[in-house]
């Protein structure tokens, strides 16, 4: 059975940082295209970013690029989003994703496991 957590989400200042971790089980991370989507209230579910292959593939929403960052610890089994300089449009739910490295890295369809969420909120 495999099993998304995700942690670390919280309150933060605009312009601070915070880490999100996704901790998996049932399945092996570095197999796998590990993805972080979030969603604000009243918004659609967005892609921020993706990480796939041995980690050297990397994918970034244009409105993260720069200042988010994912990586994957294989030894821990773990998919992070380092999140910095963070602005209050970044306040959302923030879910993991697990799916098939063969798939689009920005389309929803291509994960089949989700994480339960974290809540991020950025104050101005």
């Known amino acids: 059975q495999v099993q998304l957590v995700e942690s670390g989400g919280g309150l933060v200042q605009a312009g601070g940082s915070l880490r999100l971790s996704c901790a998996a089980s049932g399945l092996t991370v570095s197999s796998a295209i590990m993805g972080w989507f979030r969603q604000a209230p009243g918004k659609e579910r967005e892609f921020v970013a993706a990480?796939?292959?041995?980690?050297?593939?990397?994918y970034y929403a244009d409105s993260v690029k720069g200042r988010f960052t994912i990586s994957r610890d294989s030894a821990k089994n773990a998919v992070y989003l380092q999140m910095n300089s963070l602005k209050s449009e970044d306040t959302a739910v923030y879910y993991c994703g697990a799916g098939s490295p063969l798939r689009p890295a920005g389309s929803q369809s291509t994960y089949d496991y989700w994480g339960q969420g974290s809540q991020v909120t950025v104050s101005s």
């Open positions: 990480i796939r292959g041995s980690g050297e593939f990397t």
